[in-house]
């Protein structure tokens, strides 16, 4: 994915699965493991950041591909838009010719490369400057942004992420089918859910 980045947001404490859900297994891996491997098969790994914030020390104590560059963001209780704004900061730094950036979560346990490949496919494809992955009725991340709207996610602010840039532009939006998103790890009912499916 030349000129492509990807923001993997990690910061969060968890609050409601009361330990960090970065690190809870499944099919073997973390959480996070999963994601990163998912990310570096798609990815060139300098294109790609990881934020950190809460527990970051043990979070990083464990994860298993050490190739991956982490921010930690020291302000992650602000919200949100402080970990994209690093995030974003940190890859146009060392990807000054990044065109396009996804923005991402780690608790969306069936995401794939193969999602990525094939929404940077839908983009390239497209007169839309955002794509944006679609489930449950509604839209979200992951979502790909064009850097036309890379100042736009610096001016976000406290709670704020990039479902406000997205809900804001409908009319440059496109849409990707991936119903599967919709599974997300909030809470302990969502973990045990997710590990007894069948």
């Known amino acids: ?11 969060g404490d968890s609050s409601r ?12 891996q973390t959480l996070l493991d999963r994601i990163v491997d998912s990310s570096i098969k798609a990815f060139d790994v300098d294109n790609i950041v990881l934020v950190l914030g ?10 298993k591909n050490t190739d991956i560059r982490i921010s930690i963001n020291e302000d992650w209780e602000s919200g949100m838009a402080s970990s994209i704004k690093l995030g974003l900061q940190t890859l146009r730094k060392n990807c000054p010719a990044m065109e396009r950036c996804f923005i991402s979560v780690c608790d969306q346990p069936y995401l794939s490369e193969e999602v990525f490949l094939k929404m940077l496919k839908m983009a390239k ?11 449950a009725g ?24 990039a479902k406000k840039i997205i809900m804001e532009n409908m009319e440059d939006v496109g849409t ?9 790890i909030d809470t302990p009912m969502d973990y045990d859910t997710l590990i007894t499916k069948k």
């Open 176 to 184: 990707f089918a991936f119903e599967e998103g919709a599974i997300d």
């Open 17 to 28: 699965m009361g330990s960090p859900k970065q690190l809870l297994l499944y099919q073997g």
């Open 138 to 161: 509604t839209i979200g991340v992951p979502a790909l942004f064009s850097k036309k709207y890379f100042e736009k996610l610096m001016n976000l602010a406290g709670d704020q992420g």
């Open 54 to 63: 809460a527990d970051h020390e043990a979070i990083v104590s464990k994860i």
């Open 1 to 11: 994915m030349e000129n492509t980045g990807l923001i993997l947001l990690a910061a």
């Open 125 to 135: 494809n497209s007169s839309k400057d955002i794509i944006a992955a679609e489930y």
